[in-house]
């Protein structure tokens, strides 16, 4: 299994939109929609901002959203704001076997 | 709702570890538990999943042979046992629920191994 594509790193400015991508296979993000995203900030554990592609958590801001198309998923972030600034990273189901889940590489967010 | 790693520390190359992570606020029996880890300056890396009754494990290829996932539900707890360990092994280990398949809501704050002579 290889690991998920995303952009090393996207930057915005305050209040605009920006969006990360998460490209894959047909053997995972395009074939499940089993697609999560989650947030870290330095030093912190990471939190779950999507689920199941579109799906937010409880509390989570609906600044966040979630979408897919084929074999990539994208994350935007809305109004951006200074606390967004964080490394995101894609998850996808990859079927049970040999190992369930795969990985994005991982987006470092900039806000300017 | 709170998980809480345990068990880490610095090991010299070749020798074993075992983390531990501590479940409470919710009925643990319930839930698929997976171990993702973190080296330094680096990206997440899924490391094993474990199904809610234990009946299922899967290791990455990184750790399979070395790493052994295991859950005890009667005292709420998960482990990971690491033998064999290796400098790139170095990284801090987290807990994580998984609440529906890819679905992780729960993590703990993670807990430090450092694999060093």
Redesign the interface.
Known sequence: QSALTQPASVSGSPGQSITISCTGTYSDVGSYNLVSWYQQHPGKAPKLIIYEVTLRPSGISDRFSGSKSGKTASLTISGLQDEDEADYYCCSYAGSSPFPYVLGSGTKVTVL | VQLVESGGGVVQPGRSLRLSCAASGFTFSGYAMNW?RQAPGK????VA?IWYDGS?K????SVKGRFTISRDNSKNTLDLQMNSLRAEDTAVY?C?RER??????V????TTVTVSS
Request: without cysteine; hydrophobic residues 35%.
């Open positions: 993702v990206g997440l890396e899924w999943v299922n899967y290791y990455a290829d987290y994580a529906t398949v890819g679905n992780h809501d993590w703990g704050q993670g």
